[in-house]
């Protein structure tokens, strides 16, 4: 084999790094970029399709060995890691344009009320953010706003040009909630065509900017407010959230099976309140039964996202108005949610390579 540092040799030499998830080389998915050779010091750009991507790290040290093992004279390898998430399914389902180049929208759902959904889809868009991602998250319980309490956001937004409304920036995120456009002393009293005619408001009339993903807390249930969401714009996936418990299991699998009436893709599942561990101790408790989550995403043949501990910081957090991968990454729940933010990034990129869009389904009144 020659010595020669070229480009071509670069290239022959990277092809032996391989995405786990596609099962293709680094080249021959488009990742490497901008290739410099200066006397024998080597540089060039490794793309991803995510800045959450959780091999980033073997990939750069694979890439850097690679290049070693095939040109021995080579001098400095400088590896730059970067990112450029994917568009999603894109497009509108129907009259509604998104208000900013939102590249994929996740919504977040539960069947069943009280499994801690808004808790995950509020750590889920904190995690993306934390990663290096442009997240957004568009609390789309109308009735039950959550997002305000669990960010602690108390000014309400502002507008912008063109007369759309500015989102509240915290935490890295982009943030819109009616609770931030109500007194929230008082209830939402709508019918479904308002809560409806509302989550369209959110999507269009919202200066979204340039987003990486828009992540929406749906309200528990599969009534109007997820109907309007897949059939107002792609959603690129879902991530269902559940508790251990058959109860709550029960629901999940009738959630799923609506998104799948509507072709929109479940991403896996999140099992919250997984279980306890003591602190103290270390003893776990699994406080709410043991692997229902595993068992139910083993049958509905999707991943298993994540086990969120029960663990009081996570409750903290939240009453701080400060999501627990932000006030507490340390702690074996704020681990939890930052891997989970990389699991759905992973997910997403997948879907986006290995599935067709989202298409409209009209469903029957």
């Not at 080597?42 to 990939?59: G, M, N, R, W, Y």
């Amino acid at each position: 084999m020659s010595d020669e540092i070229t480009k071509e040799a670069i290239y022959a030499a990277l092809r032996k790094v391989k995405d786990p998830d596609f099962n293709r080389d680094i080249v021959d998915l488009g990742f490497v970029r901008d290739i410099v050779i200066e006397g024998s010091d080597v540089s060039f750009t490794i793309e991803l399709t995510t800045p959450a991507c959780p091999v980033k790290d073997q990939f750069k040290k694979e890439a850097e060995e690679a290049v070693r093992e095939a040109l021995p004279s080579v001098g400095k390898v400088d590896v730059n890691m970067t990112a450029n998430v994917r568009h999603g399914p894109g497009g509108v389902m129907g009259d509604v344009e998104i208000g900013g180049d939102v590249k994929n929208l996740i919504a977040v759902a539960s069947a069943k009320g009280g499994v801690g959904k808004s808790t995950v889809a509020a750590n889920l868009a904190a995690s993306l953010a934390h990663h290096g991602a442009k997240v957004g998250l568009c609390d789309a319980d109308i009735y039950g706003p959550s997002a305000p309490l669990l960010l602690g956001i108390t000014k309400g937004p502002m507008m912008g040009r063109r007369g759309r409304i500015l989102p509240v920036e915290k935490y890295g995120m982009k943030v819109i909630s009616i609770g931030l456009l109500t007194d929230p002393d008082q209830a939402v009293v709508w019918r479904g065509p308002l809560a409806s005619g509302a989550l369209k408001q959110f999507i269009s009339e919202v200066d979204w900017g340039e987003l990486d993903y828009l992540v929406f807390d749906m309200p528990p249930g599969t009534g109007d407010i997820p109907l309007t969401l897949v059939q107002t714009v792609a959603v690129t996936g879902v991530v269902m959230v559940t508790t251990p418990q058959d109860i709550a299991l029960a629901d999940v699998r009738r959630g799923i099976a609506m998104f799948r009436k509507v072709d929109v893709p479940t991403l896996g599942i999140v099992e919250n309140m997984s279980y306890y561990q003591c602190p103290e101790c270390g003893h776990r408790e699994d406080v709410f039964a043991h692997g229902g989550g595993k068992r139910m995403a083993e049958e509905m043949e999707v991943p298993l996202i994540a086990e969120i501990p029960l663990e009081i910081g996570v409750r903290q957090s939240g009453d701080e108005g400060k999501p627990v991968v932000v006030g507490a990454p340390e702690s074996s729940s704020g681990k939890a949610f930052l891997e989970m933010g990389q699991e759905v990034a992973r997910l997403v990129s997948m879907r986006n390579e290995q599935l067709p869009p989202t298409r409209k389904v009209e469903m029957k009144k």
